[in-house]
Each structure stands twice: as structure tokens, then as C-alpha cells.
């Protein structure tokens, strides 16, 4: 197969789905992953692809502020579920818990409804959802409903959540990059995240491999103030190459902990960070 053939069937499958990964580009050609680098390199300095790490999606596509809700949920589905249980097996029961706006916050949910004696603050109608005939004792937001997003814009002041201090706030980001941190962007959206974060006693963040180096306009939290981490498993090395100062706070969806990190299990010791 010719190489311009190649970078024709790159963009007529992103044309399809939001990300192509380095691995199955290789598979799917049966080359080698330095060809398929070669073949990024390319298309991006044609300003065609974006490369993000261990893939590329395309060089124009639609930030997280103007695809819907709908569409983003069947985006990385099976890894978005994947990190959803993964992140569950984080949380104990008796908990207290923040979850936060986003599709793959949505899959902690899922993942959630057999666990017992929950307390759980969202702004989430999904998250709501998934656990009204459930253990959970749900907390609420009051707010303006945000059609795009199906959750909640407070028009609460956020010193009237002063008396809510969750054991666990769960966030799911549009943007984590390694000068930047976790980015979003809604402004009012960002601002609800940061009062959480200030309240709540550990942060974990979720966020499916096309999240990593993107930048958002609102600044929400340093990556010095997350606890946890929680991922998928495409472009791992180049995440925690990128994210050296921070791998210890890392936990893939398929159990591989980077060096530093704590044992899967060993969750007492995330407020001593």
C-alpha cells in the first residue's frame, strides 16, 4: 500500500470515530509503529491531525464545548467503562462523595450501585439517575438545567456548599496537561469544580486517553492538588514521560501502577499527600 493510500484511510476513519490509536493504525496496515509515527508526523505538519498521546484525532475537531452530551457518551465507551469500574474500586462504602459533571463520571455511577451507605453531592441529572434506586443518599444541586452538558449551572453561591466536605470528589476534566493541570470550558462549570475541590479531602480525576495535553480555557486545579488519576491504558509511556513528576499519582484501567505509587488498596493514605 502506497503511503499517500495510508493517510487517505487515517482521515476517512477519523472522519468516523473521534481518535485512531498508534497500535491499531499498525495492526491495521501491519507496519510498524515507527512507520505509523512517520505517517502522523505528517498529516500534522499538514495541519490534517492533531497527534495526542498514543493516537490522533483530527486537527479541527470539536471541543468538549459544543459537543453534546449525547454524542461525547458513546465516545471511548469501553474505556470510559473501563476507568468507571476502575475508580469504583476506589470508593468504600459509608463514603461521602462529589461526582461531577461528564461522561466517564457518568461510568463511576454505573459502577457505583452496588456499593452501600453512599452519600453522594452532584450536579449530574445522569449520575442522579444511575443511583436513585439505589443505597445512595443523593445531595442535589440547584441550578439552571444545561441542556448540552445534562447537568446542572448553579446559580447558588458557592459558599452555601461550605457545609459539605466529601470524603472523595470525583471530577472528570476537559483538558489535563502537565504545565497546566486540569482545564474546562465553562467558566461557571470551572468555578463549581474549584469550590469543590477546596472542600473536599481527596481529588481523583477521570479522564479517557484523548483528555491527556489538551488545554482548556478555565483554569480549574493543579495537578499538585489531585490525589489520583484514573485512565485508560493507549499511550501510557508517553503519558507518564510527559507527567514524570506526577506518575506516582497515576492508576491505569488494566491494574499497571507506575513506580512510587501506592498499592491498589491503600486508600487511607491519599489525604497524606
Known amino acids: 500500500m502506497q503511503t499517500s493510500e495510508r493517510h487517505d484511510i487515517i482521515l476517512q476513519k477519523l472522519s468516523s470515530q473521534e481518535m485512531v490509536t498508534i497500535q491499531e493504525l499498525a ?25 495526542v498521546y498514543g493516537g490522533a484525532i483530527l486537527f479541527n475537531r470539536p471541543t468538549n464545548g459544543t459537543r453534546s452530551f449525547d454524542v461525547r457518551t458513546k465516545e471511548h465507551l469501553s474505556e470510559k467503562a473501563a476507568i468507571g469500574q476502575k475508580c469504583a474500586e476506589l ?19 454505573v459502577h457505583l450501585r452496588e456499593h452501600k451507605n453512599l452519600t453522594v453531592l452532584t450536579d449530574s441529572l445522569y449520575v442522579a ?16 438545567i444545561y441542556n448540552r452538558g445534562a447537568h446542572l449551572s448553579s446559580i447558588i453561591p458557592p459558599d452555601a456548599w ?25 467558566p461557571r462549570e470551572s468555578a463549581m469544580l474549584r469550590s469543590i475541590i477546596d472542600r473536599a479531602v481527596n481529588v481523583l480525576v477521570v ?7 489538551l488545554i482548556g480555557p478555565c483554569a480549574t486545579c493543579s495537578l499538585s492538588r489531585i490525589n489520583r488519576i484514573i485512565t485508560g491504558i493507549h499511550g501510557r509511556e508517553d503519558i507518564l514521560k510527559d507527567f514524570e513528576p506526577y506518575r506516582h499519582k497515576f492508576l491505569f484501567a488494566d491494574n499497571y501502577i507506575p ?5 491498589v488498596g491503600n486508600f487511607e493514605a491519599f489525604a497524606e499527600e
Request: glycine share 10%; proline share 2%; aromatic share 10%.
Open 27 to 51: 495492526d491495521m496496515f501491519d507496519i510498524s509503529i515507527r512507520t505509523v509515527r512517520r505517517d502522523l508526523d505528517y498529516l500534522e505538519k499538514e495541519r490534517l491531525i492533531k497527534k
Open 91 to 109: 470508593i468504600n462504602d459509608g463514603d461521602s462523595l462529589y461526582l461531577g459533571p461528564g461522561t466517564t463520571v457518568r461510568q463511576v455511577a
Open 129 to 144: 439517575n444511575e443511583l436513585l434506586d439505589t443505597d445512595t443518599e443523593i445531595y442535589f444541586m440547584g441550578g439552571c
Open 162 to 186: 461550605d457545609f459539605f466536605h466529601p470524603n472523595k470528589a470525583i471530577i472528570g476534566v476537559s483538558g489535563i496537561n502537565a504545565n497546566y493541570g486540569v482545564t474546562d470550558f465553562h
Open 207 to 213: 479522564a479517557d486517553n484523548s483528555k491527556f495535553g
Open 259 to 263: 513506580d512510587n505509587s501506592e498499592l
